[in-house]
């Protein structure tokens, strides 16, 4: 899987910000782990801070907007150099909030980018594509097809 072949700088940040959301922090340490890169020192922005945000929902998935819950959050924004990294993330982990965003910085680094896209970004997208289709199909195995027997005349 070669993500990067992303199109916009604005589609790649929007990627690697959606897998570093959705990646745990003991993954990221393990797939930075396997990285040569020298960690920075961070300027921390504003501090990882837990909130909560309004989840919407739509109403057969077009509808009217109703209130769905509220959510756990974290965010988190630092400097490298001259560059701001953010991270939002659900749950209440500090400390994968100041990595992700901590990575962010690092991967708008076009001299970095490429290398922590295939070093890190990349095996972590596939880590999240095959949970999700380990989780489709264990719901598929419990799928209950319905039927509707006719009466003879």
């Not at 919407?56 to 990294?85: D, S």
Request: with cysteine.
């Amino acid at each position: 899987m070669d993500d990067c072949r992303i199109g916009s700088p604005q589609e790649g940040r929007a990627f690697w910000m959606g897998v570093l959301a959705h990646a745990s922090l003991k993954e990221m340490r393990a797939a930075l782990a396997l990285t040569q890169i020298e960690w920075p020192t961070v300027e921390v922005v504003k501090p990882a801070e837990v909130g909560t945000l309004m989840l919407e929902g739509r109403a057969g998935g077009g509808g009217r907007r109703f209130n769905a819950g509220e959510a756990t959050m974290t965010r988190c924004i630092v400097r490298v150099g001259e560059t701001l990294g953010f991270s939002y993330a659900l749950g209440r982990d500090k400390d994968k909030a100041v990595m992700a965003a901590t990575l962010d910085c690092l991967l708008q680094d076009a001299d970095q980018q490429s290398y922590l896209m295939k070093a890190i970004i990349s095996p972590l997208a596939m880590i999240q594509s095959r949970k999700r289709e380990a989780e489709s199909r264990r719901a598929a195995a419990t799928k209950v097809e319905f039927f509707t027997m006719v009466r003879g005349d």
